[in-house]
């Protein structure tokens, strides 16, 4: 099944379903375009009504038109999320993607207006993804989008909403665990040589 959303932002979210980028096991958790619908509905971007008719259409090629649109979005987030700039292509694919979209959102009222989308087009499980990454990238807060900082590499993204800002681990029951269990270790390991 899907990892825990920890993300706290749907583009961010999506960019964490290759799981563990850096360490020796990447997990890519997107197999066919079944999952990315059903990721998309486990998301809340779409209902699972509509996941089940997107997927009966959605093919091979839907997929790696999202698994694209994704890999942009973990390039340009992990870039800012490091105080660097993101590079210029993957910003190209993500503003392509919104663009794409843009084509058939309709702006409908709510708490804030937002962006909906209806019909059963293949695009429509990643393009709120597409949306969402605009919305960060153009609205922020920029300052606070971080890359999971554990030593095996699982470089997940997330948005550390924390009041101090102090947030280091994607999950604290995940990597914030290991690095807890790794401290002390190390803290053991000290006191048997002192
Ligand atoms: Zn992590």
Redesign the pocket.
């Known amino acids: 099944m899907f990892l825990e959303l920890f993300g706290g932002v749907a583009c961010l979210d999506f960019a964490n379903t290759m799981d563990g980028r850096a360490t020796a096991h990447p997990e890519e958790l997107l197999h066919s375009y079944a999952d990315l619908s059903a990721w998309s509905a486990y998301a809340g971007l779409i209902d699972a009504g509509t996941a089940a008719r997107l997927a009966a259409r959605g093919n091979e090629a839907d997929l790696r038109d999202a698994v694209a649109l994704r890999e942009a979005i973990f390039e340009v987030f992990a870039a800012i999320g490091r105080k660097r700039a993101a590079p210029a292509t993957a910003l190209g694919v993500v503003q392509a993607h919104y663009a794409q979209a843009m084509t058939v959102a309709q702006l409908v009222p709510g708490d804030e207006y937002e962006w909906r989308f209806t019909g059963d087009d293949p695009g429509r499980a990643s393009w709120p993804v597409a949306v969402s990454a605009v919305r960060l990238l153009a609205g922020g807060p920029l300052d606070r989008v971080k890359v999971?900082a554990?030593e095996a590499g699982?470089?997940?993204l997330f948005l550390d909403t924390s009041k101090n800002r102090s947030r280091r681990?994607?999950?604290m029951d995940?990597?914030g665990m290991d690095a807890k269990i790794q401290r002390q270790a190390s803290r053991r390991q000290a006191a048997r040589r002192t």
Do not use: H, K, L
């Open positions: 999971c554990a699982c470089i997940g681990w994607c999950t995940g990597c």
